[in-house]
């Protein structure tokens, strides 16, 4: 009996020291950065530089690339690598116990960290997750410019950027998804490629740059549609002229904790592009391997890998949007790693009527940072997709809404920092200084964050403007002390209906009733403000 239970004691030893892991190895220095420092157009372009030039934001040693002869002396130790992080400093492997000892015995090895958070879970029950919201496909067209867009664009308050002339252009976002398929030939994304909005991508899961593959999961696709679709008379995104890079870093099939990595590579490559939004709608806690997922108190926005290079990200002055999740009726419950980091900004769900959305995971983060940040439109979310239009629900629609209409805000204030911006944007949420757990401080207000720092730019008079009355049956009057150089009138299409007068009345008796948008440009600034017809 003795002899039987050693056998099976050095079995069962030598299964568990056989049994890798995924783990980062990170490295102690990079002995070439002063060349970096010297040109730094060999590793960042000079979109990239212009950001941080324009942002204040200084370069340091993540900038600079990974040490390559740390790199071979890795793969010379017999380890297959494919992943890597300049910002992080090392390199991803598979490793058994006893070759992550002989890692860390390496002179130029600093530390080695596994992905492995709970060690005592196992790996049976493998379980599989449904990562996305099914879809409702309800293809149609209006006879309207916007179309089935407008009630989350006006939800949001984002018309008044597009008519004040910020539609995202000269405005660079990264989508980090899945796949797009059908990007390259559908006639909901003709404009974009068209004009040549679309700069490139990548796909980081199969090392190619194959991202149109109809193969591929077309999550990433949908997200795009949502952002920059465009189908005449039937749907326009929320940045329909922003440029775009495309990047594939969620394997559809499997979750693995290889994701983040993939993911942090993106973001890397967004970086060096001169990226301005990153739009991500992935988030991780559950993983195939029940070694590495993860528990509620893993989302303190600085535990997992993601969490950090996402925070990494927005340091670098790209402002950084993630999906709060759609757990809310699962037994999870709350938000996903990396919208946990307190410097992402993370978008929840709201329905049409601006009730949270049942799914839209809940916060705070779990060291009390409140989350998610604010929310948009996400059940019933319309986005132009192959060759017309559809829907969809989940966090993943809302949070690309959104971060159209943080481009075009960013193109309208590109003074401002991203720290200023994320708290203009909280502060004009609807429910602000108030906030709920599935809503964080409530629906986003485009129009009013553009509106409050034009008033309170230091160019601007103190007085900006107003209009009175409102609602207004025949004549309105603008109380302003600037000098008008012109006035236009807009309906909610963003459509001019006629140039008005330059007076500071105006007789609008022989319009329908309804809702319009006043622009008025002075001798200082331009304002857009809404009225109603009686």
């Known amino acids: 009996m003795k002899k039987i239970l050693s056998v099976f004691i050095l079995v069962l030893f030598s299964f568990v020291s056989a049994q890798t892991e995924l783990v980062f190895v990170i490295f102690k220095d990079k002995p070439n950065k002063a060349a970096f420092y010297a040109n730094p157009t060999t590793e960042l372009t000079q979109k990239s530089l212009d950001r941080r030039t324009r942002l204040g934001i200084a370069l340091n040693d993540q900038d600079a690339p990974i040490e390559p002869s740390y790199i071979q002396n890795i793969r010379n130790l017999g380890f297959t690598v494919t992943d890597y992080s300049k910002w992080m400093n090392g390199v991803a492997v598979n490793a058994t116990a006893e070759q992550i000892i002989q890692i860390k015995a390496q002179n130029y090895v600093d530390s080695v960290e596994s992905f492995i958070k709970h060690r005592n879970r196992g790996t049976n029950d493998i379980k599989k997750v449904n990562k996305f919201e099914d879809f409702n496909n309800n293809a149609g067209k209006t006879d309207f410019n916007y179309g089935q867009g407008l009630a989350q664009i006006n939800q949001v308050n984002l018309r008044p950027l597009h008519i004040a002339g910020f539609t995202g252009a000269g405005m660079t976002i990264a989508v980090i998804d899945t796949g797009f398929p059908t990007v390259n030939t559908g006639s909901a994304y003709a404009r974009i490629r068209n004009n040549g909005q679309i700069k490139g991508g990548y796909n980081f899961v199969n090392k190619s740059a194959d991202i149109y593959n109809t193969t591929l999961n077309n999550h990433g696709s949908y997200c795009l549609g949502t952002i920059a679709g465009y189908v005449a008379n039937s749907f326009v995104g929320t940045a329909p002229d ?41 988030g991780y806690y559950d993983f195939d391997d029940p070694r590495y997922s993860l528990l509620y108190s893993d989302m303190t926005g600085t535990t997992s890998f993601i969490a950090r290079s996402a925070q990494i990200a927005t340091e670098k002055g790209i402002f950084v949007l993630a999906a709060a999740g759609n757990e809310a009726q699962k037994p999870w419950h709350y938000i996903i790693t990396p919208s946990d980091n307190e410097k992402v900004f993370t978008v929840g769900a709201v329905t049409s009527t601006g009730a949270s959305s049942s799914f839209s995971s809940f916060g705070p983060n779990y060291v009390g940072v409140i989350k998610p940040d604010a929310s948009a439109r996400g059940t019933s979310t319309y986005m132009g997709y192959n060759n017309g239009v559809t829907s969809g629900s989940g966090t993943s629609f809302a949070t690309p809404l959104a971060a159209g209409g943080v481009a075009c805000l960013l193109q309208a204030i590109p003074t401002k920092s991203l720290p200023e911006v994320r708290n203009l944007l909280r502060q004009n949420a609807s429910l602000f200084p108030n906030y709920t757990d599935p809503m964080g401080y409530g629906i986003l207000n485009f129009g009013k964050v553009l ?31 600037e000098k008008i150089n012109s006035v236009e009138l807009y309906d909610v299409l963003g459509r001019k209906i006629k140039t008005l007068t330059k007076e500071k009345t105006n007789n609008i008796e022989s319009l329908e009733k309804g809702v319009y948008f006043v622009k008025v440009k002075t001798e200082k600034n331009e304002y857009i403000e809404k009225i109603i017809k009686q």
């Not at 993106?266 to 739009?279: C, F, L, N, P």
């Not at 409050?452 to 309105?476: G, R």
């Open 451 to 481: 509106n409050v720092t034009l008033a309170t730019n230091e160019n601007a008079t103190k007085s900006s403007i107003s209009i009175y009355p409102n609602p207004v049956k025949s004549n309105f009057t603008i109380t302003t002390s």
């Open 242 to 282: 922003a440029d775009f890079y495309l990047y594939a870093s969620e394997d559809a099939v499997n979750e693995i904790p290889e994701e983040q990595i993939y993911w942090t590579e993106a973001a890397e490559e967004a970086d060096r592009k001169g990226v301005d939004v990153i739009s991500t709608s992935l």
